[in-house]
């Protein structure tokens, strides 16, 4: 009897070999499934290693160092950088380091080695008065600061609080004085025929504003602002430094001088270095550094906080401009 369907032989063989192809696609993709999840794996792995380094504080161990040390030593904390809320010589980390030197037992005595340009005033005033509240609270503990490179502004304000400033004979210090920048854009909206729109409530809400003509009355009463600090200022280094200061009306006009110079005006009690200081007045060469430091994701989510609130300031607030010890 003759073959009725001579093709399903071929039709069988196509078959075979669609499902073969099929199965060798299923494997390649469960392969290429594999390798894809072995990636994302190795990528959030990596991802976690970058978030524990960024986390990882910079002084890691130094709390332990420093609470084993079980002989007398020098405390030494340094303020290095513009001091600001947002930065590592901030009121909350150098009042920190401070506590943690004078609860140690085993402090003898304590250096500030600052290398500042100035900043905040508030910054710097809170350490002032948490110094001045220390020296109070244990008097047997003398507080010196070293002038580094720049002690001046805000920076030279917290060295009033030590007993005795020392400096070398190249350091700036000084700068007693306060300023406030802005700048004014009248004349420039005016050439490109820009309208200027600000809607207040308060007739003095768009104080200062950069964008309008200046006005004697409030540029009167911004003068007295810095006025105010600037005798605030002037008054804790005359309470710092008493006696020692010379009569001589430059010191408060915000000039700076080197090292050398501020002695004879006694800004400065004598010229030398953190070293020379723990070995000749505290007579403990042995330094333990108490200095805070942040972590870099610390630093990352601060700059962020601080970005964000001065935007907020900035755009609802109508905040122009800062005041600073310069």
């Known amino acids: 009897m003759p073959d009725l369907n001579p093709q399903l032989p071929n039709d069988d063989h196509w ?3 669609a499902l073969t192809r099929l199965a060798f696609a299923a494997v390649a993709e469960q392969r290429r499934t594999r390798r894809w999840g072995i990636f994302f794996k190795l990528l959030f792995f990596v991802y976690l290693v970058g ?12 709390d332990a160092a420093v609470t084993s040390v079980a002989k007398n030593h020098t405390a030494l904390i340094r303020i290095d950088g513009l001091i600001s809320s947002s930065t590592e010589a901030s009121a909350k980390n150098v009042i920190e380091a401070l506590r943690k030197a004078f609860k140690d037992e085993k402090t003898v005595g304590v250096i500030l080695e600052i290398n500042s340009p ?13 110094i001045q509240r220390l020296r109070q609270q244990h008097p047997k503990i003398p507080v010196y600061a070293v002038a580094s490179d720049v002690c001046a502004s805000g920076g030279y304000y917290i060295a009033a609080a030590a007993q005795n400033i020392y400096a070398n004979k190249a350091s700036i210090v000084g700068s007693i004085g306060v300023r406030m920048d802005s700048f004014g854009f009248t004349d420039a909206i005016a050439k490109l025929g820009v ?16 964008f309008k003509p200046v006005n004697p009355a409030e540029v009167q009463h911004l003068q007295g602002m810095l006025d105010a600090i600037h005798q605030q200022f ?11 200061l ?17 002695v004879g005006l006694g800004l400065v009690d004598a010229l030398g270095s953190s070293q020379s200081v723990a070995e000749d007045v505290i007579k403990e060469k042995s330094i333990v550094d108490y200095t805070k430091r942040t972590s870099w994701l610390d630093r990352l989510f601060d700059r962020t906080e601080v970005r964000l609130s001065a935007a907020l300031r900035e755009g609802l607030l109508g905040m122009e401009g800062t005041t600073q010890w310069r």
């Open 51 to 62: 978030l524990l380094v960024l986390a990882w504080p910079d002084n890691f161990g130094m």
């Open 246 to 262: 010379k009569e001589n009306p430059d010191i408060f006009s915000g000039l700076m001088w080197t090292g050398e110079q501020g």
């Open 195 to 210: 309208e200027r729109r600000a809607y207040t409530a308060g007739s003095n809400k768009d104080f200062l504003d950069p």
């Open 234 to 244: 002037i008054a804790a280094v005359k309470q710092g430094r008493g006696e020692r």
């Open 118 to 130: 100035g900043g905040s005033p508030v910054q710097a005033g809170e350490i002032y008065d948490e």
């Open 15 to 17: 078959a075979r070999e």
